[in-house]
């Protein structure tokens, strides 16, 4: 299923994607949370995030990641019309 959403395509409802050509954003999601739907963008474009947990990855990114879900954690819990939600799903 394809949605398209002022000239912007997305796969779907709550389907993440790269934006590699946004000035400023590195990521978009079409969001949809009950009859709500929100263009979200996120993430700073060029930016080096922790990323997902790897096996033996250093204390230094471990920090970083705790950091990051601690100090967003009031926005994280907003649920899926916030931005840090979506970074923290896709980029931390």
Do not use: C
């Amino acid at each position: 299923m394809s949605v398209e959403y002022r000239g912007e395509k997305f796969e779907g409802y709550n389907k993440p994607k790269k934006t590699p050509k946004h000035p400023t954003k590195s990521h978009a999601v079409l969001a949809k949370e009950g009859d709500t739907i929100k263009l979200i963008r996120f993430g700073e474009q060029g930016a080096e995030t922790a990323g997902k947990p790897k096996a033996g990855e250093s204390d230094r990114m471990k920090k970083k990641r705790a950091s990051f879900k601690a100090r967003h954690a009031k926005n994280i819990k907003r649920g899926k019309l916030s931005a840090a939600y979506w970074a923290d799903k896709v980029k931390w």
